[in-house]
Structures are given as structure tokens and as C-alpha cells.
């Protein structure tokens, strides 16, 4: 589990390609890898990565065919700078919220201006994520946490500090730019449960279109 508040950005140095998955070599920047072991994972643009060797300043990876058909892995070429943040310890503050580094999907940049000070972006949501979407709700963004303003169905309204400009790769997003999403987990399995026994059933007789006003009167959600 991770917080969403980036410790250092890295850079790709390599990607390989090895039997339809890709082994990926990242730079770690200032991230602090003295306490790293093999096995630990470590979010890299908000893709949860288990280190399989690693040195004074760099990890390897290895990447599924699954992660790189759900996130923007796929546009990520040496040089491309991400994201770092290692996993939470028991102790750590959670400054941002609770993150899986589970991507959900891919997000498009249709937006970008100055807001003051801040950077005010809007993002188009794969239209399946709109449901876990809310505003004033977390949103991980290329592994940073971050608070939906505002939200118009699938597109989302972010305001940025310079702060989290400065120390994360923000600075580098555009228009037309892609990123990873991961929605709160809590609205991931709050769905399963209002399921309920549908959750058993398959994809198609247990999709979200289950869940409608009788469902929340039968689960207590709504007043009789």
C-alpha cells in the first residue's frame, strides 16, 4: 500500500522485452534505496512494481502483459521520468489516502492552465470509472494523490499546487498527455458489497447496472 505522496522522480533507463512482458530499469533519483530489499514494492508512476534487483540508485522490474495492457506503461521510453514512492510502513503519515498502486486505467490531459499559482488541469476518465468517481474525492494520478474539484460525468477538474508541480512530474503533463488513474479503493469493493450475492454471478448479470434504488432500500441505503 502506498500514500500518494511521491518521495523522489526517477527516469526509465531500460525496457526489455522478454516473452510478451517487459523487464523495465528505472533511475531512482534521490529515492532513498538503503532500506530496499528484494521483493518490495515500489510505486513507479502509480504502478505498484516489485523490485527483482536493484542497486545504490536504480531497481529492476518486472511487468505483466496485464499492467502494461491497463496503464500507460506501454508509452514509457528510456528517459521518460516517473513517479517514486515506496511502500507505506506502519509508521508512515498518510498525508494523501490509502493506494494500491492498482491502475484502473488510462486518463487523457484535455485541459491545462494556470490558476493563480496552481495548475488547473481537467482529465478525461475512461467512461467504466466514472461510477467510483466523486467530487471532493481522491483521485491517484500517476501515483500522486490529488482531490477532485469538480466532475462533468467522466472529466475531472484537478488544481495543483507548485509544491506538487516542483516534486513530482506534473510539470511535464500537456494536453493530449496520458496517465495512469487509479480510483479509491474503497469505492472498488463498497460496489461489491452493495452487490451482495449478485457479486457471484457472472460479469454480465452483476454489472454496476445491478445496482439501482431497490438494491440501496433492500441494503438500508435509502429510507423506506
Given at each position: 500500500?502506498?500514500?500518494?505522496?511521491?518521495?523522489a522522480v526517477g527516469s526509465v533507463y531500460s525496457l526489455q522485452q522478454q516473452g510478451g512482458?517487459?523487464?523495465?530499469?528505472?533511475?531512482?533519483?534521490?529515492?532513498?534505496?538503503?532500506?530496499?530489499?528484494?521483493?518490495?514494492?515500489?510505486?513507479?508512476?502509480?504502478?505498484?512494481?516489485?523490485?527483482?534487483?536493484?542497486?545504490?540508485?536504480?531497481?529492476?522490474?518486472?511487468?505483466?502483459?496485464?499492467?502494461?495492457?491497463?496503464s500507460a506503461l506501454s508509452h514509457w521510453k528510456p528517459g521518460t521520468r516517473v513517479n517514486?514512492?515506496?511502500?507505506?510502513?506502519?509508521?508512515?503519515?498518510?498525508?494523501?489516502?490509502?493506494?494500491?498502486?492498482?491502475?484502473?486505467?488510462?486518463?487523457?490531459?484535455?485541459?491545462?492552465?494556470?490558476?493563480?499559482?496552481?495548475?488547473?488541469?481537467?482529465?478525461?476518465?475512461?467512461?467504466?470509472?466514472?461510477?467510483?468517481?466523486?467530487?471532493?474525492?481522491?483521485?491517484?494520478?500517476?501515483?500522486?494523490?490529488?482531490?477532485?474539484?469538480?466532475?462533468?460525468?467522466?472529466?475531472?477538474?484537478?488544481?495543483?499546487?507548485?509544491?506538487?508541480?516542483?516534486?513530482?512530474?506534473?510539470?511535464?503533463?500537456?494536453?493530449?498527455?496520458?496517465?495512469?488513474?487509479?480510483?479509491?479503493?474503497?469505492?472498488?469493493?463498497?460496489?461489491?458489497?452493495l452487490l451482495g450475492d449478485k457479486a457471484a454471478e457472472s460479469s454480465s448479470s452483476s454489472?454496476?447496472?445491478?445496482?439501482?434504488?431497490?438494491?440501496?432500500?433492500?441494503?438500508?441505503?435509502?429510507?423506506?
Amino acid at each position: 500500500m502506498f500514500t500518494g505522496i511521491i518521495e523522489a522522480v526517477g527516469s526509465v533507463y531500460s525496457l526489455q522485452q522478454q516473452g510478451g512482458d517487459v523487464r523495465l530499469g528505472i533511475q531512482a533519483g534521490t529515492l532513498h534505496m538503503g532500506d530496499v530489499k528484494l521483493g518490495d514494492s515500489i510505486a513507479t508512476n502509480g504502478v505498484c512494481l516489485t523490485v527483482v534487483d536493484f542497486g545504490k540508485d536504480w531497481y529492476v522490474a518486472d511487468v505483466s502483459l496485464e499492467t502494461l495492457n491497463r496503464s500507460a506503461l506501454s508509452h514509457w521510453k528510456p528517459g521518460t521520468r516517473v513517479n517514486l514512492e515506496k511502500a507505506l510502513l506502519p509508521t508512515t503519515r498518510l498525508g494523501g489516502h490509502l493506494v494500491s498502486g492498482h491502475v484502473d486505467g488510462v486518463g487523457h490531459i484535455v485541459t491545462q492552465r494556470n490558476d493563480g499559482r496552481s495548475l488547473y488541469f481537467e482529465v478525461d476518465a475512461p467512461a467504466s470509472l466514472a461510477r467510483y468517481l466523486a467530487e471532493k474525492g481522491s483521485i491517484t494520478v500517476d501515483g500522486i494523490s490529488l482531490t477532485i474539484n469538480q466532475l462533468t460525468g467522466h472529466r475531472m477538474s484537478l488544481n495543483l499546487v507548485p509544491h506538487t508541480a516542483r516534486h513530482t512530474t506534473i510539470g511535464e503533463w500537456r494536453v493530449g498527455s496520458v496517465v495512469n488513474l487509479e480510483v479509491d479503493v474503497l469505492a472498488r469493493y463498497l460496489e461489491r458489497l452493495l452487490l451482495g450475492d449478485k457479486a457471484a454471478e457472472s460479469s454480465s448479470s452483476s454489472s454496476a447496472s445491478s445496482i439501482d434504488m431497490a438494491l440501496l432500500s433492500r441494503t438500508g441505503f435509502l429510507k423506506r
